[in-house]
């Protein structure tokens, strides 16, 4: 993209963009990744479906609307999804036709910003991902920098300040009409249930947009960070500075609070600290895993959040039969263990019993008989052995096959 662009860039800023946008081409390579992508409708109310039965006309229409400058957003849909432990996060949910737009403004300028992001951030770049960050902080541990400063910015995507991401932009991208388009869909109304207000500050989770532009904001303080000599691996608003002293860490500390206080964001007290990550008691959680006495952990949370996973799976009064359950379950089970295999005593956790419990209920529910599937009884109906014969994937198996020498 950064060669067709090659003609529309002075002084390091990017110009005469708009056109690449609006493209028809680039237009109908962002339908089809929304379309891969799925996801609801926002307020309007038009599925993914509904927008692919007509459209080329729909495309044609966006096209002419961004030419023209007559295109406006619609308000997102906002909701609100359990975090666990009582708390919400608020995602926000954009219309079918903002999300192609914002797809196509993306694929156009993140080229421009991706060729100089650092190489400390991991978070929705292209082929970097949770699996690089949690590499490059074991590799980094191994090399003495166990000395850790776990930074928690506080609500950071609804508290990016506008004006000040704006300017960030306006360094690289002088077309004001992509300019224009850009502050749209930040200010873009915010509508939940009754309520509908337009936001001063943040980017809405769940934007296509969003993730870059948190990108975007942070990277002068991986550039800070790295220029004064620290190693950082950030994904996204979710960062780590490794130090080989604590005299270092503290110091990193206190440069990270110094800029995080100059550009409008505040660091969560409760959940930043400081600590020596061999000793018991001082560990630090990163993308899942804990990593405490010099091995790496699942965290508690993550643990939590799939044993919550496969109720919503297994509930008793689901109508489907066992294999079509167990089909629904594997990929989950199958990516978790993963995502998680690397860690300590991850066999050791529970997952298959507490699985193969759920789905002993749900036979029981099906003979009109009441219980949990907990009895003795109900191991000897249905052993594991039944259950690995429907094709139930189990963490112990996969534990055990990935051991082997291959």
Same mark, same amino acid.
């Given at each position: 993209?950064?060669?067709?662009?090659?003609?529309?860039?002075?002084?390091?800023?990017?110009?005469?963009?708009?056109?690449?946008?609006?493209?028809?081409?680039?237009?109908?390579?962002?339908?089809?990744?929304?379309?891969?992508?799925?996801?609801?409708?926002?307020?309007?109310?038009?599925?993914?479906?509904?927008?692919?039965?007509?459209?080329?006309?729909?495309?044609? #229409?966006?096209?002419?609307?961004?030419?023209?400058? +007559?295109?406006?957003?619609?308000?997102?849909?906002?909701?609100?999804?359990?975090?666990?432990?009582?708390?919400?996060?608020?995602?926000?949910?954009?219309?079918?036709?903002? &999300?192609?737009?914002?797809?196509?403004?993306?694929?156009?300028?993140?080229?421009?910003?991706? &060729?100089?992001?650092?190489?400390?951030?991991?978070?929705?770049?292209?082929?970097?991902?949770?699996?690089?960050?949690?590499? +490059?902080?074991?590799?980094?541990?191994?090399?003495?920098?166990?000395?850790?400063?776990?930074?928690?910015?506080?609500?950071?995507?609804?508290?990016?300040?506008?004006?000040?991401?704006?300017?960030?932009?306006?360094?690289?991208?002088?077309?004001?009409?992509?300019?224009?388009?850009?502050?749209?869909?930040?200010?873009?109304?915010?509508?939940?249930?009754?309520? @509908?207000?337009?936001?001063?500050?943040?980017?809405?989770?769940?934007?296509?947009?969003?993730? !870059?532009?948190?990108?975007?904001?942070?990277?002068?303080?991986?550039?800070?960070?790295?220029?004064?000599?620290?190693?950082?691996?950030?994904?996204?608003?979710?960062?780590?500075?490794?130090?080989?002293?604590?005299?270092?860490?503290?110091?990193?500390?206190?440069?990270?609070?110094?800029?995080?206080?100059?550009?409008? %964001?505040?660091?969560?007290?409760?959940?930043?600290?400081?600590?020596?990550?061999?000793?018991?008691?001082?560990?630090?959680?990163? %993308?899942?895993?804990?990593? +405490?006495?010099?091995?790496?952990?699942?965290?508690?949370?993550?643990?939590?959040?799939?044993?919550?996973?496969?109720?919503?799976?297994?509930?008793?009064?689901?109508?489907?039969? !066992?294999?079509?359950?167990?089909?629904?379950?594997?990929?989950?089970?199958?990516?978790?263990?993963?995502?998680?295999?690397?860690?300590?005593?991850?066999? &050791? %956790?529970?997952?298959?019993?507490?699985? @193969?419990? @759920?789905?002993?209920?749900?036979?029981?529910?099906? #003979?009109? @008989?009441?219980?949990?599937?907990?009895?003795?009884?109900?191991? !000897?109906?249905?052993?594991?052995?039944?259950?690995?014969?429907?094709?139930?994937?189990?963490?112990?198996?996969?534990?055990?096959?990935?051991?082997?020498?291959?």
């Amino acid at each position: 993209m950064l060669a067709a662009l090659g003609n529309g860039v002075k002084g390091g800023k990017w110009f005469s963009l708009i056109d690449k946008v609006y493209r028809i081409e680039t237009l109908k390579a962002a339908w089809h990744k929304v379309k891969a992508n799925a996801g609801a409708a926002g307020v309007d109310g038009q599925s993914v479906k509904q927008f692919g039965f007509w459209a080329e006309i729909y495309l044609a #229409e966006l096209e002419q609307a961004l030419k023209s400058g +007559e295109y406006r957003p619609e308000p997102i849909r906002r909701v609100e999804i359990s975090k666990g432990s009582g708390k919400i996060r608020p995602l926000g949910i954009p219309a079918v036709k903002d &999300r192609i737009v914002q797809t196509a403004l993306k694929l156009v300028i993140e080229p421009i910003f991706e &060729r100089e992001f650092e190489d400390c951030s991991y978070g929705f770049r292209p082929q970097r991902g949770c699996k690089d960050a949690l590499r +490059e902080v074991d590799e980094l541990i191994k090399q003495g920098y166990t000395h850790v400063v776990d930074a928690d910015l506080e609500s950071y995507f609804d508290t990016i300040p506008h004006a000040a991401l704006m300017r960030q932009i306006e360094q690289r991208i002088s077309d004001g009409r992509v300019l224009e388009l850009i502050a749209r869909f930040l200010g873009q109304d915010i509508i939940q249930g009754m309520r @509908r207000w337009t936001p001063v500050g943040g980017t809405p989770q769940g934007a296509v947009i969003s993730p !870059l532009m948190a990108n975007i904001y942070l990277h002068p303080l991986d550039r800070q960070m790295k220029r004064q000599g620290y190693r950082m691996v950030r994904y996204a608003d979710d960062f780590v500075v490794l130090c080989r002293t604590a005299e270092q860490a503290q110091a990193a500390h206190e440069e990270v609070k110094i800029w995080v206080e100059q550009n409008g %964001l505040r660091l969560n007290a409760d959940k930043t600290q400081v600590g020596d990550c061999r000793q018991a008691g001082q560990g630090f959680e990163f %993308l899942g895993y804990r990593f +405490e006495a010099g091995q790496r952990w699942v965290r508690p949370k993550s643990f939590k959040a799939l044993r919550e996973r496969i109720r919503q799976k297994t509930r008793r009064t689901r109508g489907e039969n !066992l294999v079509k359950i167990i089909e629904d379950l594997n990929p989950m089970l199958r990516g978790w263990f993963n995502y998680f295999k690397h860690a300590q005593s991850v066999a &050791r %956790l529970g997952i298959d019993g507490f699985a @193969r419990r @759920r789905l002993r209920a749900i036979l029981r529910k099906r #003979e009109k @008989r009441p219980g949990m599937g907990k009895c003795f009884d109900d191991h !000897l109906r249905w052993p594991n052995t039944f259950f690995a014969a429907q094709g139930l994937f189990t963490i112990t198996a996969a534990r055990m096959s990935a051991s082997q020498p291959r």
